[in-house]
């Protein structure tokens, strides 16, 4: 199993910004990835950004130029670093990781909110 413990979420003006980060422990073997997804009231989950073994990312259309993820600490941590942030990116935030075992199991953080005002 790998736990996933978010942090950082808040309480942002329309601007402003805010960093995610996420902190994955547990039997962790080969990460295939990891990134952060988000979800709005009455809306899909989505993906915002990842990171591949290897130091690839993408991003969602929505948020090229804006956020950046990173990663650190042996690839057991990342970051979301959000500028610019507009009153559509309020969501709940997900860290996700997908580790290879025999295929690619996913794993979810608990969530953390982020409100951004206009």
């Known amino acids: 199993q790998v736990q996933l413990v978010e942090s950082g979420g808040g309480l942002v003006q329309s601007g402003g910004s805010l960093r995610l980060s996420c902190a994955a422990s547990?039997?962790?073997?080969?990460?295939?990835?990891m990134g952060w997804y988000r979800q709005a009231p009455g809306k899909q989950r989505e993906l915002v950004a990842a990171?591949?073994?290897?130091?690839?990312?993408n991003y969602a259309d929505s948020v090229k130029g804006r956020f950046t993820i990173s990663s650190g600490n042996a690839k057991k941590m990342i970051y979301l670093q959000m500028n610019s942030l507009k009153p559509e990116d309020t969501a709940v935030y997900y860290c996700n990781a997908r580790v290879l075992r025999v295929g690619l199991d996913d794993y979810w953080g608990q969530g953390t909110q982020v409100t951004v005002s206009s």
């Open positions: 990171i591949r073994n290897g130091g690839v990312t």
């Open positions: 547990g039997s962790i073997g080969s990460m295939w990835s």
